[in-house]
C-alpha cells in the first residue's frame, strides 16, 4: 500500500493538502496510508538553558499534536488510515529524513502555510522540498474565493437579454 506524507502546520492551506490526498482516494481509488507529518523549529540556546531540554521537548512535541489535530480529524472523519510524525529542526530537511524514514511514496503540501512555531515555511519550503525530496512532491495550491456578482451587475444582463 502506498504511504503519503502530507506537511501539516495548523494552517487552513496545510488542510488543503489533506483535502487533495482525501479527494484522490475518495474519487481516484486510491488506495494509501497517510502520514501526517509537522516540523516544530529546534528550541534557542535560551529557551533550553531558562526551561531545560525535556520541557522543551514536551511543550514542542504538545504544540505539534496541537497544530495536527484538525488533520487528524478530516483524515479520522474520512475513515482513512494513519499515522502521525512530529520532527524537530529546518522544515525542508526534517520533512525530507521524516519521508525516508517512514517510507513514503510521495508527499503532498500546501503552497503556503503558518509553520512551526514562528510563522512562514510553506512557501519557499515547498520549493526545497520539489528539490530535495527523494519523492515525488505535488503542492497543492489553495483556492482564491470568486468574487459573485453585484445585483446591480446581474439585473443588467437579464434586461440587456430581454
Known sequence: MLRIMIAVDGSELALDAVRHALMLM???GLQATLVLGHVQEEASFMELATRGADMVAAASVEAGQDLLASAVALVEAAGVPYETEIGLG????????MVERC???A??????GMG???GAWLGSVSQDLVHHSPVPVTVVKHAEPQELPDEDD????????A
Do not use: F, H, K, Q
Open 26 to 28: 475518495r474519487r481516484g
Open 90 to 97: 529546518s522544515p525542508a530537511a526534517t520533512l525530507v529524513d
Open 103 to 105: 517510507g513514503c511514496d
Open 107 to 112: 508527499l503532498i503540501v500546501g503552497a503556503r
Open 116 to 118: 512551526g512555531l514562528r
Open 154 to 161: 446581474e439585473g443588467e444582463d437579464e434586461d440587456e437579454a
